[in-house]
């Protein structure tokens, strides 16, 4: 179950997700919303199926801790039975506090996401990001007292950037944090960075290169961490049980305003905008056809580097696969970008940074 907060200190300047600044008059208002929509799908049967919790956004955390406490208590009260084996909350360093450490502690399997996406004061002010590296660090060791399980985010591929793989070997040695993501920086519409881009002040981050995740990857193996999936990394048996949950596309259910579910077939999308989502606008929805899942299943199983495509897997699900299919992925091993094992394929080194090309071109 996913459930979105759209609220947040301040936005980043590159930032495309739906987040709401500042908006603090409209809390209350959606708790109360947040809480007639849990008790309205989470029946008792659906509620006894939910494994795993993720609390994103926004900043979940901005909500204070009265606030994040309604909201969990809201959760909670309704998945009380269910055999919840993790918790995830995102956070960013700035508002994550110890006055938050009783809220979460009791919280089946919690980990605890941090969004510092870089690791020097002049690079997080290059990303237009507020908070200090001080800040960061102070928010792990406090994230740390409630659970070992805690992961950072990093973005890679700014082009003005060195990698963050330089800093990256001495944090995880002093901090030992267990997950690390690590995400390019993309550039989203209608956002300050883009327009940033397009006055000439930043350079398009289209423009980096694959260095940094080659780097970062490095220098986490290095510290024993396991490349599980392109953009995640984690140490033995602290992988994100919610995220595989995508990968594997597994039923979820997607709660709070732009957030997105799919369950038996359905992919539904709750009202984008806070207003909509409070005054109960229909969400919008998709019947998902075979042929979609089976593209789907392609892109996300490439994603999971150890694990890969599995073929027999796939005809299992869908069916033999089509002569275009095996030419297709007979043609990528012989390119050498992708390695084959018996029945499963998996991105090679070289294939990594090649990985959307690699996954377009199987369709």
């Known amino acids: 179950m996913y459930v979105h907060v759209p609220f947040c200190v ?14 603090t008059g409209q809390v209350s208002a959606f708790l109360a919303r947040l809480g007639s929509e849990v008790r309205q799908r989470l029946t008792p049967d659906l509620a006894a199926r939910v494994g795993t ?30 055999p919840i084996g993790e918790w995830t909350i995102e956070t960013n360093p700035e508002t994550w506090s110890r006055d938050l450490l009783p809220l979460v502690r009791g919280l089946p399997g919690l980990r605890l996401s941090l969004g510092l996406q870089r690791l020097r004061d002049e690079e997080i002010a290059w990303l237009g990001r507020a908070g200090t590296a001080a800040q960061g660090r102070q928010a792990v060791e406090a994230a740390l007292e409630a659970t ?79 490349h599980y999936e392109i953009s995640n990394f984690a140490r033995p048996g602290s992988r994100c049980r919610h995220n595989l949950g995508y990968w594997h596309q597994q039923d979820y259910l997607g709660l ?17 905008s806070l207003a909509g989502w409070l005054a109960g606008e229909p969400p919008a929805t998709e019947e998902l056809t075979g042929a979609t899942r089976q593209r789907e299943f392609l892109m996300l199983r490439l994603r999971l580097l150890q694990e890969g495509l599995d073929l027999e897997e796939f005809t299992r699900r869908f069916g033999p696969p ?17 390695i084959r094992d018996g029945s499963r394929y998996r991105l090679s080194a070289a294939g990594l940074p090649l990985a959307n090309q690699v996954i377009a071109g199987l369709f």
């Open 322 to 338: 089509s002569p275009a299919l095996t030419a297709a992925l007979s043609r990528e091993v012989a390119a050498g970008r992708l």
């Open 256 to 272: 709070g305003p732009a957030a997105v579910g799919t369950f038996e077939m359905v992919r539904r999308a709750n009202p984008g």
């Open 148 to 226: 070992p399980n805690v992961g950072i985010d990093l973005i890679l591929g700014v082009p003005e950037l060195p990698s963050p793989a330089r800093d990256l070997g001495t944090f995880v040695a002093a901090l030992p944090v267990r997950h690390v993501s690590a995400y390019f920086l993309s550039l989203e519409e209608d956002t300050p960075y883009a327009a940033w881009v397009e006055a000439g002040r930043r350079a398009d981050p289209d423009a980096a290169g694959p260095e940094d995740l080659f780097e970062v990857a490095e220098a986490l193996a290095a510290a024993g961490f396991e």
């Open 53 to 82: 919790v993720f609390i994103g956004g926004g900043n979940p955390t901005s909500l204070g801790p009265a606030d994040f406490g309604t909201l969990l208590q809201t959760l909670t009260d309704v998945l009380g039975g269910s």
């Open 10 to 23: 301040s936005k980043c300047a590159y930032c495309g997700f739906y987040s709401l600044p500042g908006a």
